[in-house]
DNA sequence: TTCCCTTCGAGAACATCGTTCGCGAACACT
DNA sequence: AGTGTTCGCGAACGATGTTCTCGAAGGGAA
């Protein structure tokens, strides 16, 4: 039982072989296949064949799959770009949230990895880090601003998840579900939801996240 | 491309012979197998096994391990107890929080499959219409309501997930690496978060989802 | 330069997975 | 009894995560 996380582990001296690699490398193109492919698709064997070597040389570099899509989505938050803390907490939380929609726009299989695996690494403690410094004057407690951030991640992925689900063939099925339900007549209150008018303009992105944080936080 | 949804694949006539198993009791059989040794553990081979037949047979009653997971989460959805809708929205909002909560505890497995797949199914269905119907003199629009059933089932999940990770391994290896991210210093705010105190009081399952509902829907 | 010790690369192997094929057996209906 | 249809499922296929093993490669000491 190794109780040591994926991020402490050390290169070594120099003693021995060099590495041809790191695992930034490594990293980084498990994040290319999970791009161009899916999450599906990242499988030991094809992200060794992106790097052109083996499927048993990635456990040089990671101790397994899992460490391995830790390590994708530490990185994937190395992309923020947090500006100096200042101005109103809210809108400082807004920006982070809003980065993060457009990350998991650009990296589809990060929602799934945020919701799922709670780990967080050096990129994840930064933007925590700057989430709290936003917070600082805020007289919440300690517990209810990592709350907070817990919820403003949660959310972000769940809501782009959605919209991410929008052109998806899963949606068609459920499409097609709800019309056999809307027929049989015994959920009046999801048909007026779901006929009534053009489905009333779905709430904005900032606009939720913006009534959650304040529900949560307070207007201040 | 099959588009029609699980849900709606009828049973056969009585023509041919008879099944000897139904889908009830396949998705059951999962179930009992993922309340014992987890989602993991539940591969086609392993449920067969738990019914006594071969991994083969269960695709006469299943499209693929997909579908099973579906089945699964709305089956778990059945144990809603659906109160009579009467009274203010929020606490009857509340009610259903706290019993998907419990649910989740029950099965630990519920949570990952609620928050990365949103397929609604019977059970689920009704669960959604129950909630349309707690808000039914509420004046907010239709997006916003199907909105927050939405923020309900993801954040009820994702809090449940984090309390039971309190007792994984999981837990260790990021304690031991906040405990390094501390040391080096670099991190003030997120060290003053976490060694100010006792951790001030974790704020409580229902405050924070009462907190979250108030903001989006408003005071009412 | 030579040697050694450590580390690296990776082929082969193992257990397991989801899924498909095909066929014999079983039942309902005529 | 015969026929049409469905069911159960052994066998097989391709792919997966991971471990074992060992030859090769390089740095530092001699």
Chains 1, 2 share one sequence.
């Not at 917070?135 to 403003?152: N, W």
């Amino acid at each position: 039982m190794e109780t040591v996380p994926v991020w402490l582990r050390e290169r070594r001296t120099g003693v021995g072989r060099p590495a041809e690699r790191s695992r930034a490398e490594v990293t980084a193109a498990a994040i290319t296949l999970a791009d161009r492919e899916g999450l599906a698709a990242v499988s030991m064997r094809r992200v060794a064949a992106e790097l052109g070597t083996g499927a048993a040389s990635l456990y040089r570099y990671v101790d397994s799959r899992d460490d391995l899509l830790d390590l994708m989505t530490d990185e994937a938050a190395a992309a923020y770009q947090l500006p100096p803390p200042g101005g109103p907490w809210l809108a400082g939380l807004l920006e982070v949230c809003r980065q993060g929609r457009e990350l998991m726009l650009r990296h589809p299989w990060l929602p799934e990895l945020v919701l799922t695996r709670s780990a967080l690494g050096p990129h994840g403690t930064d933007l925590l880090e700057h989430v709290l410094a936003i917070l600082a004057e805020h007289p919440a407690g300690a517990g209810r601003k990592l709350e907070a951030f817990a919820v403003m991640s949660t959310l972000t992925a769940a809501l782009a998840l959605n919209e991410m689900n929008g052109s998806s063939g899963a949606r068609q099925r459920q499409g097609a579900y709800l019309a056999h339900v809307i027929a049989a007549g015994r959920h009046p209150h999801l048909t007026a939801a779901l006929t009534g008018g053009p489905l009333t303009p779905a709430p904005r992105f900032e606009e939720t996240l913006s009534r959650v944080l304040v529900g949560l936080l307070g207007e201040e």
